[in-house]
């Protein structure tokens, strides 16, 4: 019982230290795409995580969670656009505004069970969508830039790229650090019993709506977050964001790593992102052999046709994800 | 008030297309308990295979003809190979798995016929049109896409309500493992069920394509009002995607056409262009979501389920 040596405690440790020596790599090399990919990869394993505490331990299968990436965007898009760039406003009013509608959307889909929450959840996320497309005055389709990231009355400065992307590791292990208190508490423990069966949590007396209900305006305001630091990272904000495909990302981050597993998001979202940079290059490699160099980059073009049957394959056979293949590794 | 009827009768060929694709979906569901997230890929396939087959063959009954087999082909195909092991899964996994279809299917079509769209000419026979009122003319490929999805919706009708085989799907649904038990080969009907529910979808494509441009991802919007229909009207009940599915039809239609009149009386005109269709979609939505609040089954609940 060595818990120390256990692979995914060296995997997740070591990604950890990865995660946290980027910079100085990059700083050594000089590499700003390695910033750029790993500060997208870092924020959106946060919007993962939190997709995991309700998807994962409460057994709630959001179709539309993207949506709370985009009212967080917004938020901060419209007020820089408004003239209001100071984050004391900006992020507050992103982590409010995402809360409140997960409020409203977990209000009336909570009642609904299996399927039938799934759609609506999706439902309500192509509602937003549009709500996004018909924002007339913030660029409708095309999007919004924002020309200024978030300003923090000079106690930091978002504009460094190093200290923005530590900004964003510290809030992506912060998330991990609320998850794990919270699958531990009482409270997580309702959820995760609500999980497995409903009716017998509400026999033994526990309100289970109001827990669930709880559990997933936590999870909106997470993500909320998350999409200010998107909005802050990218400087533009689009609906595209929002699109239900985005939300199947997110889901797909979350089972690929291993559903109701702390590090699970995270792994999965550095492995799909990983992925989609290295799979082109990777074809290309492989294939070059066989054919001429410029038919081998046409070829590597079609990545996503590795990925999309990998999806089916880890659904198939690693139902654990990645997380679980890397424990089942320990037991032998 | 001709003008509402035309919008009234763009709004019924649109409700019949989605029924077309909803019909599919909803058999599926009904009867293999699948969420199939990669049904609009089959649509796709079958406006590609349609534009190539006219193109090949130069005429547009024999080309849709064999568009339909080939993709009835590659439904059946894709159950045999991937759907099949879906089946009792959680719908977790269905969604995850088709998700990645969506991803092969695009991939691969980008592939075959390149990223460029292609576009199907609607046949001269068809291009001219009918006087359905005096002072109404309609176009008569619109007028067909009405007939035929009616037709296809009694064939769905009979076919399910008064045949073997429909009884058979019936029996399916209600209880897999007795079906199996009384000596019916339940794989090969579900097959045959995957099968006709690709077809169906990719009648709704081909039918589309001359009136959209064929292009990659062009199911994936489509596909979302598909499950949209199949909730409200019930996950299974054919009747109900078939009342659902006008429904939303006529709404999506009818607010997109009358939409910017009304909002140009409080918006600038630019706004109104912009703010009326994202409205009209959020119309559809907005009625699904209240239809769940309000009978969490849908309108027409199928029992058992």
Redesign the interface.
């Known amino acids: 019982m060595n818990g120390l040596f256990a692979p995914r405690d060296l995997v997740v440790a070591g990604l950890l230290t990865f995660l946290a020596l980027v910079p100085v790599y990059v700083a050594l090399t000089g590499n700003a795409f390695l910033m750029t990919l790993f500060t997208r990869i870092v924020i959106l394993a946060m919007a993962a995580t939190s997709l995991n505490l309700i ?1 994962g331990y409460g057994g709630m ?1 959001s ?1 539309g969670h993207a949506v709370y990436l985009g009212v967080g965007g917004y938020a901060v898009g419209i007020l820089a656009y408004e003239g209001a760039t100071s984050g004391f406003l900006q992020w507050p009013v992103a982590i409010g505004a995402s809360a409140l509608l997960a409020l409203i959307v977990g209000a ?1 889909s909570l ?6 929450f ?3 959840t ?3 996320a ?2 937003v969508y ?2 996004g ?2 924002l ?1 005055r913030y660029g ?1 389709d095309d999007g919004l830039t924002v020309y200024r990231r978030s300003q923090f009355a000079g106690l930091i400065n978002l504009s460094n790229r190093t200290v923005f992307y530590y900004l964003c590791l510290a809030l992506l292990v912060g998330t991990i650090y609320l998850v794990w208190r919270l699958v531990n508490s009482r409270f997580g423990l309702v959820i995760q019993g609500a999980r497995s069966n409903d009716r017998r949590m509400q026999a033994i007396g526990f309100p289970t709506f109001r827990y669930r209900l709880t559990c997933f305006v936590i999870a909106g305001a997470i993500c909320g977050l998350a999409g200010a630091l998107l909005a802050n990272h990218t400087g533009f904000i689009s609906p595209a964001t929002m699109h ?2 985005r939300s ?1 990302d997110l ?2 981050m979350v ?1 690929l790593g291993g559903m109701a597993s702390l590090f699970g998001p995270l792994i999965g979202a550095v492995t799909l992102l990983v992925l989609e940079e290295l799979l082109p290059p990777l074809i290309r490699m492989l294939a070059s052999p066989f054919m001429e160099q410029s038919m081998a980059a046409r070829v590597a073009e ?4 590795i ?6 394959l ?3 056979y690693a139902r654990g994800g990645i997380n679980g293949m890397l424990e089942s590794v320990r037991r032998g | 008030m001709l003008l509402f009827l035309e919008q009234c009768l763009n709004g019924l060929q649109f409700g019949l297309l989605l029924f077309l694709l909803a019909a599919g979906l909803t058999l599926v569901f009904g009867i293999m308990d699948l969420v199939n997230l990669a049904h609009g890929s089959l649509y796709m396939i079958g406006a590609y295979f349609a534009a190539t087959f006219v193109a090949l063959t130069d005429s547009f009954v024999i080309g849709a003809v064999l568009a339909l087999i080939a993709t009835l082909v590659v439904g059946m195909a894709v159950e045999v190979v991937a759907m099949r092991r879906l089946y009792g899964r959680d719908h977790l996994d269905h969604v995850l798995g088709t998700f990645g279809l969506i991803l092969f299917f695009n991939e691969l079509v980008r592939i075959v016929w390149g990223p460029a769209g292609l576009t199907l000419r609607v046949p001269d026979w068809l291009n001219t049109s009918v006087r359905v009122l005096p002072g109404l003319d309609y176009p008569t490929y619109r007028i067909a896409i009405i007939v035929s999805a009616l037709l296809v919706a009694l064939f769905l009708y009979v076919l399910v309500m008064r045949t073997r085989i429909g009884m058979l799907i019936r029996a399916g649904a209600s209880n897999r493992e007795m079906v199996g038990a009384l000596g019916i080969n339940i794989n090969l009907l579900y097959t045959l069920v995957f099968g006709l529910g690709a077809a169906l979808a990719a009648l709704a494509g081909l039918m589309q394509a001359p009136i959209q441009t064929v292009q990659i991802g062009m199911g994936e919007n489509i596909l979302i009002l598909a499950f949209v229909v199949i909730i409200i009207g019930g996950i299974g009940s054919i009747r109900g995607a078939f009342v659902a599915a006008i429904m939303v039809g006529l709404i999506d239609t009818v607010c997109r056409a009358f939409l910017p009149d009304v909002l140009r009386l409080v918006l600038s005109s630019r706004g109104a262009s912009t703010v009326a269709p994202a409205m009209s979609s959020m119309l559809v939505y907005f009625l699904m979501a209240v239809v769940l609040v309000v009978r969490p089954a849908g309108l027409f609940p199928v029992a058992n389920k």
Request: charged content about 5%; glycine content about 10%; hydrophobic content about 65%.
């Open positions: 998807l299968v179709f009336l009642r609904t069970r299996g399927v039938y799934i759609m609506i999706l439902a309500f192509q509602l549009y709500f497309v018909g007339d409708a239900w495909t199947g889901i797909v089972v079609y990545w996503q046709i990925l999309g049957p990998l999806f089916l880890v659904v198939l």
